[in-house]
């Protein structure tokens, strides 16, 4: 078990372009979440993957923003014409779904990618 | 919908004295419940979680909560800190829908004092 993994590290980007963010969950993870941490506050949801479908989406997430999973494992996020107030801590997660009758498994989050938008 | 309150931002406290930090959850359905820890510059790390059974909650580094449905809370507990215990706690609930999705608190940031 390698952890969640996310790359980059760290972001600096001018506003106006685009920029692309990549998560790779623990391998047999079916659900992959991403969110959103601004400074000072906790995370918010923002969209999460079961297997290669989107199955739900957060009104936080413009339409600049898109996420995939092309084949249910590793999923990018992009966001299209980087505004300041993009500028966040985005974090990536991974669980289990337990099945029918059991209850999903927490959440394991990775190490964040912080985008700073000048 | 479900919400997660966390009474206090910051919490200063001295070694090796006991803390307590306090969650309050708003929920119309069963809920489970989670404490969440983040160190700067990295991502969350679970602590413990309430799934059912048991009230009284044991988690890694000491830490343990206790979940009360009356009063609908999870606090944090650990009878003596450490100074590498510094960092913000985040208190999540989930079980609105079979989604896994968890709803933050805003956290509690814990000073750790020698």
């Known amino acids: 078990d390698t952890g969640v993994s996310q790359n980059p590290r760290h972001k600096i980007t001018k506003r106006g372009q685009n920029v692309t963010f990549r998560c790779d969950p623990i391998s047999e993870h079916n659900r992959l979440y991403w969110y959103r941490q601004t400074l000072g506050q906790g995370p918010e949801f923002l969209t999460y993957f079961q297997n290669e479908a989107q199955l739900e989406k957060s009104r936080l997430l413009s339409d600049r923003f898109s996420a995939e999973r092309p084949k249910g494992s590793f999923s990018t996020l992009e966001i299209q014409r980087t505004e300041q107030g993009d500028s966040a801590m985005y974090l990536c997660?991974?669980?289990?779904?337990?099945?029918?009758?059991?209850?999903?498994?927490?959440?394991?989050f990775g190490n964040g990618t912080r985008l700073t938008v000048t | 919908a479900q919400s997660v309150t966390q009474l206090d931002s910051q919490v200063p406290v001295f070694e090796e004295a006991p803390v307590e930090l306090r969650c309050n959850y708003s929920s119309s359905v069963s809920v489970y419940l989670f404490w969440y820890v983040q160190y700067p510059n990295q991502g969350l790390q679970l602590l413990l979680k309430y799934l059912s059974g048991s009230t009284l909650v044991k988690g890694i580094n000491g830490f343990e909560a206790e979940f009360n449905k009356s009063q609908t809370s999870f606090h944090l507990r650990k009878p003596s800190v450490h100074i590498s215990d510094t960092a913000e706690y985040f208190c999540a609930v989930g079980g609105s829908s079979n989604t896994g999705k968890l709803i933050f608190g805003q956290g509690t940031t814990l000073q750790v004092k020698p």
């Open positions: 997660a991974s669980s289990l779904e337990g099945g029918p009758g059991q209850r999903t498994l927490p959440l394991h």
